[in-house]
């Protein structure tokens, strides 16, 4: 019985043997196995480094930003104002004034009436007279105007110039032709008044003014002409008024001054339309037919009337 307990322990003796014999060869194995995998990855970690630091070789290496040192913050600045780049708008220059007219001449007695396309005009006056008072002003505020040649006038003819300078530099001269004579008076060849009868001349007569317009009708063959002259000694004499036809008809008042040598004209164009006369009688046919109309239902009416009075 001994023995036979002393044998299975033995054997098992043996077997535990065997099983911790067993048990270091696996732990070996499987330290080995880990140390091997260990090594194998470490070979691969070490071959990509390799190939990434030879590609990125040349790129600089950021460094971490240095911590800021607290003690040496300077105090914020509670007034301080951004400053901004400064923006200049491109800058567009403007196209200088051409205008060279005259919107303004004033001279007493002066001709013909002041238009600024105009640029000569006439006047007459007595010896006594050294300098014309003028009124002139330009079209554009950034015009100037210089008159030259309106001081001490001399028996004869004078020539005053009205320069005006645009701003772009551009001029435009009016020119004022004055005579002086012994008597200007005698030289006074305007007329004071112009009138037609029962007709009324475009535009409003005006002593510079040397042209008229007025339209008359077919039935009218010489117009009542009123004119009178400034100067009482001066003399008229009418033309071109007898025998209107249709279409334009030009009448002439001619002013001769008491000096004889002095003279004007003055015209008038007498238009004579037979059409627009035509279209005149035929805006009257209606109104006559309805007078007719009425008349007759007036009449009938009333007729109408006296016959229910006798019945």
């Known amino acids: 019985m001994g023995i036979e307990i002393l044998t299975?322990?033995?054997?098992?003796?043996?077997?535990?043997?065997?099983?911790?014999i067993l048990s270091i060869i696996i732990t070996v194995t499987i330290i080995f196995s880990t140390y091997v995998k260990a090594l194998s990855e470490k070979i691969e970690?070490?071959?990509?480094?390799?190939?990434?630091?030879?590609?990125?070789e040349n790129e600089p290496i950021e460094e971490p930003p240095a911590e800021e040192?607290?003690?040496n913050v300077e105090p914020e600045n509670n007034d301080y104002e951004p400053s901004y780049p400064?923006?200049?708008?491109?800058?567009?220059?403007?196209?200088?004034?051409?205008?060279?007219d005259l919107r303004?001449?004033?001279?007493?007695?002066?001709?013909?009436e002041f238009s600024k396309d105009v640029t000569e005009y006439y006047l007459t006056v007595d010896l006594e007279i050294d300098k014309i008072d003028i009124e002139a002003y330009s079209d554009s505020e950034k015009a100037s105007v210089d008159i030259q040649g309106n001081n001490d006038l001399q028996e004869g003819e004078n020539k005053i110039e009205i320069v005006v300078t645009a701003e772009a530099g551009n001029q435009k001269t009016y020119y004022i032709y004055v005579?002086?004579?012994?008597?200007?008076?005698?030289?006074?060849?305007?007329?004071?008044?112009?009138?037609?009868?029962?007709?009324s001349i475009y535009p409003d007569f005006k002593r510079n003014i040397y042209n008229y317009n007025l339209t008359i009708n077919k039935d009218i063959k010489k117009l009542n002409i009123t004119a009178k002259p400034e100067?009482?000694?001066s003399k008229i004499e009418i033309m071109g008024n007898e025998n209107l036809k249709e279409g334009d008809n030009f009448i002439k008042v001619i002013v001769t001054a008491e000096d004889g040598k002095t003279i004007k004209t003055y015209k008038i164009n007498a238009?004579?339309?037979?059409?627009?006369?035509?279209?005149k009688q035929e805006d009257k046919t209606p109104a006559i037919i309805i007078l007719g109309i009425l008349s007759v239902c007036i009449i009938v009416v009333a007729i109408f009337i006296v016959k229910q009075n006798k019945k």
């Not at 970690?45 to 990125?56: D, K, M, V």
């Not at 012994?182 to 037609?196: H, I, P």
């Not at 238009?271 to 279209?279: A, E, F, M």
């Open 69 to 71: 040192n607290q003690t």
């Open 271 to 279: 238009y004579i339309s037979l059409k627009n006369v035509q279209i």
């Open 8 to 20: 299975i322990w033995k054997g098992m003796l043996i077997n535990m043997r065997k099983i911790k």
């Open 231 to 233: 100067n009482e000694k």
């Open 86 to 100: 400064s923006y200049n708008p491109p800058q567009y220059q403007e196209k200088k004034s051409e205008n060279a």
């Open 45 to 56: 970690n070490e071959e990509t480094n390799s190939i990434t630091n030879t590609t990125n």
């Open 179 to 199: 005579t002086k004579i012994d008597n200007a008076k005698m030289a006074n060849a305007n007329l004071k008044t112009l009138e037609v009868e029962n007709f």
């Open 104 to 112: 303004v001449l004033k001279i007493e007695n002066m001709e013909p």
